[in-house]
């Protein structure tokens, strides 16, 4: 079985952050000055941002063609001086980079890279295919100063030594709009509604294993595919703890949800499982088959427990799961 590969942070205080958009690009003066405000809060505080050239622009939901996205990420990505890549959010066509990108290279200098939604399909990828760790969470026009403790502690396990450990707890309450911060750039999350983590299957839950997951809007896109192997992923990295897959929804209706995650299974993406852990849904309802109808439908047929309505996705506050 082969072991996962956790960058190193070189030996210094200070922390170098590259930002590439190898998905949506900023496109508009909002988000520019948005962006701005954020790296200058970040230099502030210490932390150096170096900046890609697929970055500002958009055009079609993406920064640049893909030749051009995915040369601006490996550059980023092979600097010895760039300790995480962080782009500012998702978007729509991320995946027509994969077929370019050299997986198996990416070892050579293993890197950290962060984010959620599109993003997703990227950090994947990484892990199934290279066997390096990423991590899903705050995207960077959310880490704007004065956010909650989950966003503000989302990079924490960037200055963790080897050996210690990274907890974080579920928020206390989460935000149901997303809330424009184009008249306001410094806006945060607008957190009104009471945090509450539920159980589909059962009134308590424990359990451990390697955690891997993302946006299923995006992963579906994987099943299949070189870059959505599950079954070899686990058989190579997880045969020995077992895994728990996260998921969260951004826009599919329960019908396509459900459709997805039979998809999933006959992938063998829920083999070697100890647990489900969803996110808390935005995709639209519907009165004949619910959100929960799918969820109580297709997970009866399994023991493994199932969590729902997590600090995960695009209903913010979210965790850091590496």
Same mark, same amino acid.
């Given at each position: 079985m082969s072991n996962i590969i956790y960058p190193t942070i070189k030996e210094s205080s200070k922390l170098t952050i590259g930002?590439?958009?190898?998905?949506? *690009? @900023? &496109?508009?003066?909002? !988000?520019?000055?948005? !962006?701005?405000? +954020?790296?200058?809060?970040?230099?502030?505080? &210490?932390?150096?941002?170096?900046? &890609?050239?697929? @970055?500002?622009? $958009? $055009?079609?939901?993406?920064?640049?063609? #893909?030749?051009? /996205?995915?040369?601006?990420?490996? #550059?980023?990505? $092979? %600097?010895? $001086?760039? %300790?995480?890549? !962080?782009?500012?959010?998702? &978007?729509e066509n991320l995946i027509d980079c994969l077929e370019l990108i050299d997986f198996k290279s990416l070892k050579a200098s293993p890197t950290w890279m962060q984010g959620y939604s599109d993003i997703s399909t990227l950090l994947f990828a990484i892990t199934t295919v290279s066997g390096i760790a990423t991590a899903h969470g705050t995207n960077l026009l959310d880490s704007i100063e004065g956010q909650d403790q989950l966003t503000r502690e989302? /990079?924490?396990? @960037? +200055?963790?030594?080897? *050996?210690?450990? !990274? +907890?974080?707890?579920?928020?206390?309450?989460w935000q149901l709009q997303f809330i424009n911060f184009k008249d306001k750039l410094d806006t945060k999350f607008d957190l009104t509604e009471k945090t509450n983590w539920k159980i589909l299957n059962g009134d308590h839950v424990k359990c451990n294993g390697r955690i891997i997951g993302g946006c299923i809007d995006t992963l579906k896109n994987l099943i299949g595919t070189p870059y959505g192997d599950l079954e070899r992923f686990s058989k190579d990295y997880c045969l020995k703890e077992g895994m728990i897959i996260y998921l969260e929804n951004c826009e599919l209706k329960p019908t396509d949800f459900y459709r997805t995650l039979w998809n999933m299974k006959y992938a063998g993406w829920f083999k070697n499982i100890n647990g489900v852990i969803l996110g808390r849904s935005s995709g639209p309802e519907d009165q004949n088959f619910s959100y929960i109808d799918s969820l109580n439908e297709f997970f009866s047929q399994f023991k493994f427990p199932v969590i729902y309505d997590a600090d995960i996705g695009h209903k913010p506050p979210q965790m850091t799961l590496i």
């Open positions: 930002v590439t958009a190898p998905s949506s *690009g @900023l &496109g508009n003066e909002a !988000f520019i000055r948005r !962006f701005e405000l +954020i790296k200058k809060q970040f230099k502030h505080s &210490g932390i150096e941002v170096i900046e &890609g050239k697929c @970055l500002r622009k $958009n $055009n079609q939901y993406v920064s640049d063609i #893909k030749e051009n /996205r995915v040369k601006d990420f490996m #550059k980023l990505w $092979n %600097d010895p $001086n760039i %300790d995480l890549i !962080f782009p500012p959010w998702g &978007g989302s /990079r924490k396990y @960037l +200055i963790i030594k080897s *050996g210690e450990s !990274f +907890i974080q707890k579920s928020s206390e309450k």
